[in-house]
């Protein structure tokens, strides 16, 4: 018995931005963005595009491709750091939007591993009740969080949403074990402030506006050692090494990231799927966005066994493993 995923979904902005683009809003090129991040273009949420507009869309087609209707599901989760609103959250959003009537909903905040721990508590949740199927969603839209004369930032994030539809199964697929982790120590390398508190004994120090802040060096070196780190205690955990593993669908944060895991994971490329360069890094989104690209270009087939793995803001990391 196992925790499955009856169907993904996913849905992107429609204006697509490219690094030629951005070249008239910062000082950047095109060249430098490709050879340092491997993103060539990315979504950036318009009208009618907001966090849980873009969420709802994906979920719908999760549910389609599930043969799942909105009233059979008894929980949805959200991974976001860019919610619609600080209060109701984007999940009462996206309840309302597809009507999943019976549904209880909120949102999680785990940055860019959003995804990863929505999945880990959708598993359990199921596993204690056998008869409820989870919508787990990452949704984003950090074009609306990023500080636009920032060009060490607002070159690397994209805005898009991604859904999978969790349920029981009495055959041995499914879930087979995850591996979260976080430190908030090293919070103050990736971080975004919430609005300007209007308590003035409550201000943050060194307030920089409700932005995405970053020190890229610095993260970079953290999300390599972790991703690695949260993978093989996993698959060493589960008694399983890289080479059983089908696919890989990691956090698309960087290509050079991914490319240092890869060499450190001895994992061959063709194994691994990537779509930065047209997405770009989208937090709690990338994940669950590359998982449907992969499953309906039919990359993923039953019974293979798929690796996921991210780092994000926190810090926070994990590594899931599922057979499909
Ligand atoms: N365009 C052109 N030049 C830029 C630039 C841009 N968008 N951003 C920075 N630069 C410049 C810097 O100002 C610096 O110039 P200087 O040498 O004159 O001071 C130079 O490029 C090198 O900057 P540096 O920050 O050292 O570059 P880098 O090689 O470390 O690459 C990142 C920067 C952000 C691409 C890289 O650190 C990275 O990928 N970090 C991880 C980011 C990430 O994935 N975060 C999310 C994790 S979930």
Redesign the pocket.
């Known amino acids: 018995m196992g925790i499955v995923v009856l169907g993904t979904g996913s849905c992107l902005p429609k204006r697509v931005m490219t690094n030629v683009d951005?070249e008239s809003i910062?000082?950047?090129?095109d060249e430098?963005?490709r050879s340092?991040?491997g993103i060539e273009s990315r979504h950036i949420g318009g009208k009618d595009e907001q966090t849980f507009k873009l969420a709802a869309k994906a979920s719908l087609k999760a549910l389609e491709s599930a043969g799942v209707a909105a009233d059979e599901i008894g929980l949805i989760v959200v991974g976001t750091i860019s919610s619609h609103m600080q209060m109701p959250s984007t999940a009462c959003f996206v309840q309302n939007e597809i009507g999943a009537n019976k549904a209880f909903a909120y949102d999680l905040n785990a940055?860019?591993s959003g995804f990863l721990y929505g999945l880990d508590l959708a598993h359990k949740y199921i596993l204690a009740d056998h008869g409820m199927k989870i919508l787990v969603i990452g949704a984003e839209t950090l074009s609306s969080r990023l500080d636009w004369n920032d060009?060490?930032?607002?070159?690397?994030?994209g805005d898009g949403a991604g859904a999978v539809v969790l349920g029981y199964s009495e055959d041995d697929r499914g879930i087979v074990g995850t591996n979260l982790l976080s430190d908030g120590s090293l919070w103050e390398l990736?971080h975004m402030h919430g609005p300007e508190s209007a308590n003035p004994e409550l201000k943050v120090e060194g307030y920089s506006g409700a932005f995405i802040r970053?020190?890229?060096?610095?993260?970079?070196k953290h999300?390599v050692r972790a991703m690695e780190d949260s993978v093989t205690t996993l698959l060493a955990r589960e008694g399983l090494t890289i080479d059983d593993v089908s696919l890989v669908i990691p956090?698309q944060?960087?290509i050079?990231?991914l490319n240092k895991l890869i060499d450190r994971l001895k994992v061959s490329q063709d194994k691994v799927f990537i779509n930065v360069s047209k997405c770009g890094?989208t937090?709690a989104a990338s994940i669950p966005i590359a998982l449907d690209d992969a499953n309906r270009q039919g990359l993923i087939a039953k019974d293979d066994l798929i690796l996921f793995c991210?780092?994000?803001?926190g810090f926070t990391w994990g590594a899931a493993l599922i057979k499909w």
């Open positions: 951005l910062v000082d950047t090129n430098w963005i340092r991040t940055a860019c060009r060490n930032t607002c070159i690397l994030f990736l970053m020190e890229g060096r610095e993260v970079f999300a956090h944060a960087n050079r990231i890094n937090s991210s780092f994000g803001g």
